[in-house]
């Protein structure tokens, strides 16, 4: 091998707003029990796995020609998966929500501009406007998660950032927005909203989504993913639904046939099998119920879910709890206010095993 020069990427010409920043970096470490990434426990069946075979089969037969580049048959399958009288020039789609939200920024922020979020929330939202060379405003959440319409709309007319984050459910506190605020917020803001729904689909019976907002508010825009209830993560596939003169607006960056055609092939069957997928949901909310519930049995502070994820703490030292649970296989999240840890909810045994450990833990770290 050729001997490359003791280079740091100190040394690179990197951009002065980059420099000093960590990537995103969940950890992924194979271990027995993973609950750190709020994907879905539960893999696709059998049948759905051939299924999924078959399109890939057909597929590679025109795999000389580029995708199709505006993705118009999964746009409308996604169209009809959401309901709301949405149509496919509503609806656009990326390599995973990350994708979609590094588009927005792209259109909606940039040099000169800013977006606004309300933290804790999920680390991408800075990550993406940094790295589009927007720049960050941190609102701020209550003592509770939740978001205070007032203070909000106060922080937008002071700031009057060029894009606002909602999330909701929130990333990682598991905290639902009401709709009056998501609609104070839309109101307030000069320009665009991001309603990030990615565990929208978790959320508790009635909560209503942001989509309902979408006639009224076109400079409102609703993300979801595939990555979480439908059990999809490794496809990378996520969407929006939006005012069609939005979606001609990201047209301007997107790269060309950004959405490879195995990846629409995939994300169309999984949505032909929605039912199966989504079969899991219930079954995964009851589990975070019975999780909040035991948690706050154990003398913890828990914050109320609406997502596949609890948020738990408080521990004077989060991280030997954290490794504590790793020595034993357990691997969660070391993430949100400095004191507090995140479980994913896994399956009824992988719950189990996180139970135990955390009970051992528990008897010999304050
Ligand atoms: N939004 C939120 C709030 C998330 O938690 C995540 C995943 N952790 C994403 C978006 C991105 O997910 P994906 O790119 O897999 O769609």
Same mark, same amino acid.
């Given at each position: 091998k050729p001997a490359f020069a003791p /280079?740091? =990427?100190?040394?690179?010409?990197?951009r002065d707003d980059l420099r000093g920043r960590s990537p995103y970096g969940a950890p992924q470490i194979d271990v027995? /029990?993973? =609950?750190?990434?709020?994907?879905?426990p539960y893999p696709p069946s059998p049948e759905l796995a051939e299924d999924l075979a078959e399109a890939v089969r057909r597929e590679a037969l025109s795999l000389n020609r580029y995708p199709d580049r505006d993705a118009l048959a999964l746009r409308e399958d996604l169209a009809r998966y959401l309901?709301?009288?949405?149509g496919p020039e509503h609806v656009w789609a990326a390599n995973g929500s990350n994708e979609i939200l590094q588009q927005i920024l792209q259109v909606f922020g940039g040099a000169g501009r800013s977006a606004l979020g309300f933290e804790p929330?999920?680390?991408?939202h800075p990550i993406i406007t940094v790295g589009t060379g927007t720049r960050w405003i941190a609102g701020a959440r209550d003592?509770?998660?939740?978001?205070d319409p007032d203070a909000a709309v106060a922080a937008i007319e002071e700031h009057r950032p060029d894009v606002v984050f909602l999330t909701s459910?929130?990333?990682?506190?598991g905290t639902a927005l009401p709709l009056e605020t998501v609609e104070r917020v839309a109101k307030a803001a000069p320009g665009i909203v991001v309603v990030?729904?990615?565990?929208?689909?978790?959320?508790?019976?009635?909560?209503?989504?942001?989509?309902?907002?979408l006639p009224e508010h076109p400079r409102l825009i609703v993300s979801r993913t595939m990555s979480k209830a439908f059990a999809m993560?490794?496809?990378r596939l996520g969407y929006l639904a939006a005012h069609p003169a939005v979606v001609e607006a990201l047209q301007l960056v997107r790269l060309p046939y950004h959405l490879s055609t195995l990846t629409q092939a995939a994300a169309r069957v999984a949505l032909a099998h929605a039912k199966e997928l989504l079969g899991t949901v219930d079954a995964l909310r009851a589990e975070r119920d019975a999780t909040v519930e035991w948690l706050r049995a154990q003398g913890l502070e828990v914050a109320d879910s609406d997502a596949n994820f609890v948020l738990f703490g408080r521990f004077a030292d989060r991280r030997a709890v954290w490794e504590g649970l790793l020595e034993q296989g357990v691997l969660i999240r070391e993430v949100g206010p400095p004191q507090w840890l995140r479980v994913t909810i896994g399956t009824e045994d992988e719950m189990a095993a996180f139970r135990a450990a955390l009970t051992r833990v528990l008897t010999r770290v304050p």
């Open positions: /280079v740091t =990427l100190a040394d690179l010409p990197i027995p /029990v993973r =609950l750190n990434t709020n994907e879905n309901g709301h009288g949405l929330s999920y680390s991408m003592e509770d998660f939740g978001i459910p929130n990333n990682p506190t990030d729904e990615a565990y929208f689909e978790f959320a508790r019976a009635g909560t209503p989504s942001a989509l309902t907002l993560a490794g496809t």
